[in-house]
């Protein structure tokens, strides 16, 4: 039986297109943190959306499930098989052409399998801007980008990655390929189908194509540094700058002083400030001018409120780089301290402090000597309240400890990696049971026979 899949896989997708060997498999069945590993039958990998479209009807027809991945940087295991060795891990990076670019309109046609990247580079050759961005932008494809709705550190302006996706063309669970690339910002013909397939986290269907909304590169960016004393001074500092910059602010990043000297210890860079409590990277772009005056009048209020002890604006869009690698290389420097749970949580922005000052010293009480490890987009309220574990660690009951207190907060669970194969049991004890009954009549109705990503977001 799997050897006849297996020939009908090659048939439909030519050379190359099907990965057996064990070595060649490796990379696809364990997830970008080494924390989830599966086996596979294959790796299938299609190069058109027919061949996308074949090879799931033929996976369909042997009821053998499909595991869709695109650059395998998810953070919640969602794009690796399970152990039984029978799933097709559906790797779409042969697809990963730009098929079109419409500067007067500010869209770009795109194909799943295009590294996030590539796509920003293409934008900006055409003086547009790819607005979603994130520090596995270099491997994360676009597929994955809509599938896991990602978020990252522009949404504050530009919304998560909805909010770029006007048309999808995707591959149903028997192989109906729908067809919706339609660059339109208006279209209320029937319901907005494309919204099933964004953050459903390949559960409904696979992603071939998406065509993007783009918008105008701006001219002029400004990136501060700043230290800070406490999450409530991060929180006035945001209310500043949304006074003096409105809706420029792009980016409002929130670091603990300890995440901060993880990254200095483990990757050799060096914060501009010296050791704070707090950090915060805050940028704000425009096309008009004034903004560094704006920028300038954030900082000056927020030293002499106190919020700010010490900041640095940065000259240079080389120097504007360099305090960004510093936030971004603190998930590198967090798998290199050791094993880590991750709490991808969120809360509304102005509980971030509650929420913290509730958390640590309970996390702390209950495990000792694990290590916190407490950063993200506090201007979406947005915090990776991720545990760095000390052996022995109960990490179930440190999971339910730290996901009652964001519940208790008015918050969610995952505010942007999804639920994958990692948060599943939680979402279920989390969310109103209404809310996951209407979860399975959606699944039933779209994959009644469980081909798509099995177990993933909703328990199999
Ligand atoms: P994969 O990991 O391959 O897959 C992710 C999920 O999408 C899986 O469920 C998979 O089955 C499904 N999928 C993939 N392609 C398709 C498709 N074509 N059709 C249907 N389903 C598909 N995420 C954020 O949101 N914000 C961040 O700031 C952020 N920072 C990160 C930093 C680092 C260092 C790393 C390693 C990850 C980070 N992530 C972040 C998580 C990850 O990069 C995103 O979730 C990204 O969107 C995943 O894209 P991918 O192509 O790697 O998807
Ligand atoms: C980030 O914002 O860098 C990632 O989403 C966070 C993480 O690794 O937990
Ligand atoms: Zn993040």
């Keep these: 039986m799997s050897s006849d899949l297996l020939s009908a896989l090659r048939a439909i997708t030519g050379d190359g297109g099907v990965l057996t060997e064990a070595a060649d498999l490796e990379p696809y069945v364990t997830d970008w943190r080494g924390m989830f590993h599966g086996r596979a039958l294959c790796v299938a990998l299609p190069r058109t959306t027919q061949e996308v479209s074949a090879v799931v009807r033929a996976c369909a027809a042997a009821g053998v499930p499909v595991v869709p991945q695109g650059g395998n940087t998810g953070l919640s295991g969602g794009a690796t098989p399970d152990a039984s060795g029978r799933q097709v891990v559906l790797c779409l990076k042969r697809m990963n052409a730009i098929r079109a670019i419409d500067v007067a309109g500010e869209t770009m046609e795109v194909e799943a399998g295009c590294v996030l990247q590539t796509a920003q580079q293409a934008a900006r050759a055409r003086a ?38 006007l048309g999808l063309e995707v591959v149903l669970a028997d192989g109906t390929v729908v067809e919706g690339l339609r660059a339109l910002r208006k279209d209320n013909a ?62 409002f990043e929130l670091m603990s002083g300890e995440a901060i000297a993880r990254v200095e210890q483990h990757l050799g860079l060096r914060s501009p400030l010296p050791a704070a409590p707090w950090f915060v990277l805050l940028e704000a772009s425009a096309s008009l001018g004034g903004l560094r005056e704006a920028a300038e009048a954030v900082l000056a209020r927020s030293l002499e409120a106190g919020d700010a002890t010490d900041c640095v604006l940065a000259e240079s869009g080389q120097q ?78 440190l999971n339910v400890l730290v996901h009652d207190l964001v519940v208790r907060h008015g918050g969610s669970i995952s505010a942007e990696h999804g639920l994958g194969q990692y948060r599943v049991d939680e979402a279920l004890r989390t969310r109103h049971a209404a809310e996951t009954d209407l979860a399975r009549r959606i699944k039933r109705a779209l994959d009644p026979g469980g081909v798509l990503n099995p177990g993933k977001v909703l328990p199999q």
């Design 128 to 165: 547009l801007l790819l607005p979603v961005s994130l520090a596995a932008e270099g491997s994360a494809c676009v597929g994955g980008i809509v599938a896991t709705n990602a978020g990252g550190t522009n949404v504050l302006r530009y919304g998560m990655a909805r909010a770029r996706v």
């Design 190 to 251: 029937g319901y907005d189908w494309k919204q099933w397939f964004i953050g459903t986290e390949g559960t409904l269907g696979v992603v071939t194509a998406a065509i993007l909304q783009l918008a105008p590169l701006p001219r002029h960016t400004v990136t501060a540094w700043l230290a800070l004393p406490s999450p409530e001074a991060a929180i006035a500092v945001l209310r500043a700058a949304r006074q003096e910059l409105g809706d420029a602010l792009s980016g």
């Design 320 to 397: 504007a780089a360099a305090l960004w690698k510093l936030r971004e290389c603190i998930t590198e420097a967090e798998a290199r301290t050791g094993k880590s749970m991750k709490h991808d949580v969120s809360v509304p922005v102005s509980a971030i402090p509650a929420f913290l000052a509730a958390a640590d010293p309970a996390v702390a009480a209950a495990f000792p000597g694990v290590r916190i490890n407490a950063f993200g987009h506090a201007g979406d309220g947005n915090i990776h309240y991720n545990v760095i574990l000390a052996p022995g660690t109960d990490t179930a009951a």
